[in-house]
């Protein structure tokens, strides 16, 4: 089993509860999430079969990287996370109520 810096997992944590609250805000390009934490980047990559959350400091060096196979944290945290950020960034739910919307119009 891999072993997983335990500050990430904390971080994934509390990235998770405030993107819940709206208090971070995304950028989406294709498979790819991203968001800025102090000088430190986060960013979120859907891999098909699995979601890789990297975490990189101000100059692009890796700082530390989970994924949702480590076995060691709930994988669901990190796909969880890619898909709100997603949404939140697209606003996939204000352009489905206007489609909705109008479609009914």
């Known amino acids: 089993m891999s072993t997983v810096d335990p500050k990430a997992v ?3 944590r509390l990235v998770l509860d405030r993107t819940k609250k709206g208090a971070i805000s995304w950028l989406a390009q294709g498979d790819v999430v991203t968001t ?3 000088e430190n980047r986060i960013t979120i ?3 098909a079969e699995f979601y890789n959350m990297a975490i990189t400091n101000a100059n692009g060096d890796l700082l530390t990287s989970v994924d949702s196979r480590a076995g060691v944290i709930p994988g669901h945290w ?3 996370l890619f898909e709100l950020a997603r949404r939140q960034t697209l606003k996939v739910d204000e352009n489905l109520d206007s ?3 109008k479609l009914k119009g």
């Open 45 to 47: 990559r859907n891999m």
């Open 99 to 101: 489609m909705i919307n």
């Open 36 to 38: 800025r934490v102090g």
């Open 78 to 80: 990190i796909r969880e």
């Open 10 to 12: 904390e971080v994934l």
